[in-house]
Protein backbone atom coordinates (compact mmCIF):
# COMPACT_ATOMS: atom_id res chain seq x y z
CA UNK A 1 0.00 0.00 0.00
CA UNK A 2 0.86 3.29 -0.85
CA UNK A 3 -0.05 6.58 0.90
CA UNK A 4 0.72 9.84 -0.59
CA UNK A 5 -0.38 13.67 0.12
CA UNK A 6 -1.57 16.13 -1.44
CA UNK A 7 -0.95 19.54 -0.18
CA UNK A 8 -3.04 22.21 -0.64
CA UNK A 9 -1.54 24.58 -3.03
CA UNK A 10 -1.40 28.27 -2.75
CA UNK A 11 -0.54 31.05 -5.04
CA UNK A 12 1.26 33.82 -3.14
CA UNK A 13 1.26 36.36 -6.15
CA UNK A 14 -0.77 35.78 -9.54
CA UNK A 15 -0.31 38.10 -12.22
CA UNK A 16 -1.86 37.14 -15.89
CA UNK A 17 -0.38 38.93 -18.48
CA UNK A 18 -2.02 37.97 -21.68
CA UNK A 19 -4.46 35.93 -23.35
CA UNK A 20 -3.19 33.14 -25.58
CA UNK A 21 -3.83 32.10 -28.89
CA UNK A 22 -4.50 28.59 -27.48
CA UNK A 23 -7.10 29.68 -25.43
CA UNK A 24 -4.62 29.70 -22.26
CA UNK A 25 -3.62 32.76 -20.81
CA UNK A 26 0.06 33.51 -19.82
CA UNK A 27 1.16 33.62 -16.20
CA UNK A 28 3.23 34.52 -13.52
CA UNK A 29 3.25 33.21 -10.51
CA UNK A 30 4.71 32.15 -7.22
CA UNK A 31 3.69 28.86 -6.26
CA UNK A 32 3.82 27.80 -2.47
CA UNK A 33 2.62 24.39 -0.78
CA UNK A 34 1.30 24.04 2.91
CA UNK A 35 1.83 20.89 5.19
CA UNK A 36 -2.14 19.54 4.73
CA UNK A 37 -4.01 18.57 2.16
CA UNK A 38 -5.82 15.39 0.76
CA UNK A 39 -4.46 12.31 0.61
CA UNK A 40 -4.42 9.21 -1.94
CA UNK A 41 -3.91 5.81 -1.17
CA UNK A 42 -3.12 2.69 -4.23
CA UNK A 43 -3.15 -0.49 -3.50
CA UNK A 44 -2.40 -3.63 -5.51
CA UNK A 45 -5.73 -5.50 -6.18
CA UNK A 46 -7.52 -8.13 -8.35
CA UNK A 47 -9.75 -5.33 -10.04
CA UNK A 48 -9.42 -2.02 -10.27
CA UNK A 49 -11.75 0.66 -7.95
CA UNK A 50 -12.09 3.92 -6.76
CA UNK A 51 -13.57 5.08 -3.94
CA UNK A 52 -13.76 9.19 -2.46
CA UNK A 53 -13.83 9.27 0.90
CA UNK A 54 -13.32 12.71 3.21
CA UNK A 55 -15.91 15.48 4.60
CA UNK A 56 -15.30 16.80 1.07
CA UNK A 57 -16.15 13.26 -0.38
CA UNK A 58 -19.50 14.02 -1.70
CA UNK A 59 -18.47 17.60 -3.91
CA UNK A 60 -17.17 14.84 -6.23
CA UNK A 61 -19.54 12.90 -8.62
CA UNK A 62 -18.39 9.03 -7.20
CA UNK A 63 -17.36 8.09 -10.86
CA UNK A 64 -14.00 6.74 -12.47
CA UNK A 65 -13.48 10.13 -14.31
CA UNK A 66 -11.38 12.09 -12.16
CA UNK A 67 -8.25 13.45 -12.28
CA UNK A 68 -6.66 10.79 -10.00
CA UNK A 69 -7.83 7.77 -12.34
CA UNK A 70 -7.13 9.74 -15.16
CA UNK A 71 -3.29 10.31 -13.84
CA UNK A 72 -3.30 6.43 -13.22
CA UNK A 73 -4.29 5.59 -16.66
CA UNK A 74 -2.17 8.10 -18.19
CA UNK A 75 0.66 6.80 -15.92
CA UNK A 76 0.21 3.12 -17.07
CA UNK A 77 0.30 4.32 -20.63
CA UNK A 78 3.16 6.88 -21.13
CA UNK A 79 5.35 5.86 -18.06
CA UNK A 80 4.78 2.03 -16.80
CA UNK A 81 2.71 -0.46 -16.55
CA UNK A 82 0.54 -0.72 -13.61
CA UNK A 83 -1.27 -3.75 -12.72
CA UNK A 84 -5.25 -3.44 -11.15
CA UNK A 85 -5.33 -0.84 -8.07
CA UNK A 86 -7.94 -0.15 -5.42
CA UNK A 87 -7.61 3.47 -5.34
CA UNK A 88 -8.92 5.87 -2.37
CA UNK A 89 -8.76 9.70 -2.54
CA UNK A 90 -9.74 11.03 0.82
CA UNK A 91 -11.23 14.36 0.04
CA UNK A 92 -10.34 16.79 2.63
CA UNK A 93 -9.95 20.49 0.40
CA UNK A 94 -13.03 22.11 -0.83
CA UNK A 95 -13.85 21.60 -4.39
CA UNK A 96 -13.09 24.18 -6.99
CA UNK A 97 -11.47 26.79 -4.59
CA UNK A 98 -8.44 27.49 -6.01
CA UNK A 99 -5.94 25.65 -4.09
CA UNK A 100 -5.32 22.98 -6.46
CA UNK A 101 -7.16 20.16 -4.87
CA UNK A 102 -7.87 18.43 -8.40
CA UNK A 103 -4.20 19.27 -9.65
CA UNK A 104 -2.43 18.11 -6.29
CA UNK A 105 -4.73 14.90 -6.35
CA UNK A 106 -3.12 14.08 -9.56
CA UNK A 107 0.14 14.64 -8.56
CA UNK A 108 -0.03 12.66 -5.51
CA UNK A 109 -1.21 9.79 -7.85
CA UNK A 110 1.97 10.04 -10.01
CA UNK A 111 4.00 10.02 -7.29
CA UNK A 112 2.32 7.34 -5.64
CA UNK A 113 2.86 5.19 -8.85
CA UNK A 114 6.40 6.65 -9.30
CA UNK A 115 7.28 5.24 -5.89
CA UNK A 116 5.68 1.92 -6.49
CA UNK A 117 7.08 1.03 -9.67
CA UNK A 118 11.11 2.60 -9.21
CA UNK A 119 10.20 5.48 -11.32
CA UNK A 120 12.18 8.70 -10.07
CA UNK A 121 10.11 11.56 -9.34
CA UNK A 122 11.45 14.14 -11.95
CA UNK A 123 11.34 11.37 -14.75
CA UNK A 124 10.80 13.21 -17.97
CA UNK A 125 8.01 10.92 -18.55
CA UNK A 126 6.43 11.67 -15.21
CA UNK A 127 6.39 15.64 -16.05
CA UNK A 128 4.94 15.13 -19.37
CA UNK A 129 2.25 13.54 -17.95
CA UNK A 130 1.68 16.04 -15.37
CA UNK A 131 1.39 18.67 -17.92
CA UNK A 132 -0.72 16.44 -20.30
CA UNK A 133 -2.98 16.52 -17.09
CA UNK A 134 -3.31 20.24 -16.35
CA UNK A 135 -1.70 23.60 -15.51
CA UNK A 136 -1.27 23.22 -11.96
CA UNK A 137 -0.19 19.46 -11.76
CA UNK A 138 3.53 20.49 -12.49
CA UNK A 139 3.62 22.89 -9.78
CA UNK A 140 1.71 19.97 -7.71
CA UNK A 141 4.19 17.70 -8.90
CA UNK A 142 7.05 19.23 -7.81
CA UNK A 143 5.87 20.13 -4.65
CA UNK A 144 8.37 23.23 -3.65
CA UNK A 145 7.84 27.31 -3.37
CA UNK A 146 8.89 27.89 -7.33
CA UNK A 147 8.05 30.75 -9.79
CA UNK A 148 5.73 29.77 -12.03
CA UNK A 149 5.44 30.91 -16.01
CA UNK A 150 3.60 29.93 -19.33
CA UNK A 151 0.14 28.30 -18.08
CA UNK A 152 2.13 27.69 -14.42
CA UNK A 153 3.97 24.43 -16.10
CA UNK A 154 7.27 26.36 -16.24
CA UNK A 155 8.84 26.18 -13.29
CA UNK A 156 11.82 27.99 -11.18
CA UNK A 157 12.11 27.27 -7.51
CA UNK A 158 12.90 29.68 -5.13
CA UNK A 159 14.22 30.34 -1.84
CA UNK A 160 10.81 29.65 0.32
CA UNK A 161 9.07 30.91 3.81
CA UNK A 162 9.08 27.41 5.50
CA UNK A 163 7.20 27.39 8.78
CA UNK A 164 5.36 30.56 7.87
CA UNK A 165 1.97 29.97 10.12
CA UNK A 166 -0.76 29.77 7.42
CA UNK A 167 -4.69 30.52 7.82
CA UNK A 168 -6.81 29.04 4.70
CA UNK A 169 -10.49 30.41 4.31
CA UNK A 170 -13.33 29.45 2.30
CA UNK A 171 -16.65 30.66 2.68
CA UNK A 172 -17.92 27.36 0.83
CA UNK A 173 -18.75 28.32 -2.38
CA UNK A 174 -17.38 27.02 -5.36
CA UNK A 175 -15.94 29.06 -8.53
CA UNK A 176 -15.69 28.13 -11.85
CA UNK A 177 -11.96 29.05 -12.90
CA UNK A 178 -13.33 29.84 -16.74
CA UNK A 179 -16.25 32.30 -15.57
CA UNK A 180 -13.26 33.93 -13.35
CA UNK A 181 -10.68 33.99 -16.05
CA UNK A 182 -13.66 35.14 -18.72
CA UNK A 183 -14.15 38.32 -16.08
CA UNK A 184 -10.52 39.35 -16.56
CA UNK A 185 -10.14 42.54 -17.94
CA UNK A 186 -7.03 42.28 -19.96
CA UNK A 187 -4.81 44.47 -18.89
CA UNK A 188 -1.41 43.61 -18.31
CA UNK A 189 -0.30 44.98 -15.17
CA UNK A 190 3.45 43.93 -15.03
CA UNK A 191 5.33 41.28 -14.34
CA UNK A 192 6.04 39.48 -10.98
CA UNK A 193 9.24 41.28 -9.21
CA UNK A 194 12.29 40.07 -8.37
CA UNK A 195 13.58 38.42 -4.81
CA UNK A 196 12.89 35.73 -2.58
CA UNK A 197 9.47 34.36 -1.66
CA UNK A 198 8.66 36.72 0.82
CA UNK A 199 9.89 39.53 -1.29
CA UNK A 200 7.52 38.38 -4.30
CA UNK A 201 4.93 37.37 -1.93
CA UNK A 202 5.02 41.28 -0.64
CA UNK A 203 5.12 42.79 -3.60
CA UNK A 204 3.24 41.15 -5.50
CA UNK A 205 -0.75 40.74 -6.02
CA UNK A 206 -3.62 38.81 -7.49
CA UNK A 207 -4.99 39.67 -10.80
CA UNK A 208 -8.33 37.44 -10.71
CA UNK A 209 -9.15 38.48 -7.47
CA UNK A 210 -11.43 41.53 -9.04
CA UNK A 211 -12.92 39.04 -11.34
CA UNK A 212 -13.64 36.46 -8.64
CA UNK A 213 -15.45 39.24 -6.86
CA UNK A 214 -17.50 39.44 -9.54
CA UNK A 215 -18.52 35.71 -9.64
CA UNK A 216 -18.58 35.30 -5.53
CA UNK A 217 -18.71 38.61 -4.11
CA UNK A 218 -18.50 36.69 -0.70
CA UNK A 219 -14.69 36.35 -1.37
CA UNK A 220 -14.71 40.37 -0.86
CA UNK A 221 -15.96 39.74 2.51
CA UNK A 222 -13.31 37.15 3.25
CA UNK A 223 -10.26 39.16 2.36
CA UNK A 224 -11.46 42.10 4.33
CA UNK A 225 -12.13 39.83 7.28
CA UNK A 226 -8.85 38.30 7.29
CA UNK A 227 -7.26 41.77 6.92
CA UNK A 228 -9.07 42.22 10.33
CA UNK A 229 -7.08 39.77 12.06
CA UNK A 230 -4.28 41.16 14.64
CA UNK A 231 -0.94 39.72 13.12
CA UNK A 232 -2.19 38.85 9.86
CA UNK A 233 0.91 40.33 7.56
CA UNK A 234 -0.41 39.28 4.03
CA UNK A 235 -3.52 38.48 2.79
CA UNK A 236 -4.49 37.31 -0.71
CA UNK A 237 -7.10 35.25 -2.50
CA UNK A 238 -5.29 31.80 -3.81
CA UNK A 239 -5.64 31.39 -7.48
CA UNK A 240 -9.06 31.97 -8.76
CA UNK A 241 -10.77 31.85 -5.73
CA UNK A 242 -12.71 31.11 -3.27
CA UNK A 243 -10.22 30.15 -0.75
CA UNK A 244 -8.32 33.11 0.71
CA UNK A 245 -5.28 33.15 3.08
CA UNK A 246 -3.26 34.85 5.92
CA UNK A 247 0.46 34.58 6.52
CA UNK A 248 1.27 35.13 10.30
CA UNK A 249 4.42 35.67 12.18
CA UNK A 250 3.11 33.64 15.11
CA UNK A 251 1.09 30.43 15.45
CA UNK A 252 -0.46 32.23 18.61
CA UNK A 253 -1.66 34.71 16.40
CA UNK A 254 -3.06 32.39 14.10
CA UNK A 255 -4.81 30.29 16.79
CA UNK A 256 -6.26 33.74 17.87
CA UNK A 257 -7.74 34.67 14.05
CA UNK A 258 -9.01 31.50 13.68
CA UNK A 259 -10.96 31.28 17.01
CA UNK A 260 -12.09 34.81 16.23
CA UNK A 261 -12.83 34.32 12.70
CA UNK A 262 -14.82 30.93 13.27
CA UNK A 263 -16.80 32.12 15.87
CA UNK A 264 -18.07 34.94 13.39
CA UNK A 265 -18.71 33.01 10.72
CA UNK A 266 -19.18 29.46 11.79
CA UNK A 267 -19.96 28.19 8.07
CA UNK A 268 -16.99 28.77 6.64
CA UNK A 269 -14.33 26.46 6.27
CA UNK A 270 -11.02 26.73 8.04
CA UNK A 271 -7.83 25.31 7.95
CA UNK A 272 -4.36 26.08 10.41
CA UNK A 273 -1.45 24.75 8.83
CA UNK A 274 1.98 26.32 7.72
CA UNK A 275 4.14 26.40 4.20
CA UNK A 276 6.32 24.13 3.42
Known sequence: MIVE??????????????????????????FAFVADGDQVTLAPAERESFVVTGPFASSLAQSDDNLVTRAARLFAETVAPVGP????????????????????????????????????????????????????????????????????????????????????????????????????????????????????????????????????PVIGEVIDVLDGLGGARLVRMSGSGATCFALFDTTADRAAGRARLSAAYPGWWCLETALT
Not at 119 to 145: F, I
Not at 154 to 180: E, I, Q, Y
Request: aromatic residues 2%; glycine residues 12%; charged residues 20%.
Open 85 to 216: LAITLDKRLPVASGIGGGSADAAATLRALARMSGVAHDDPRLVAAAERLGSDVPACLLGLTARGGGRGERLDPVAGLAGTPVLLVNPLVAVSTAAVFARWDGIDRGPLPAGNAAQVAAAGRNDLTVPAKLVA
Open 5 to 30: LAPAKLNLALHVRARRADGYHELETL
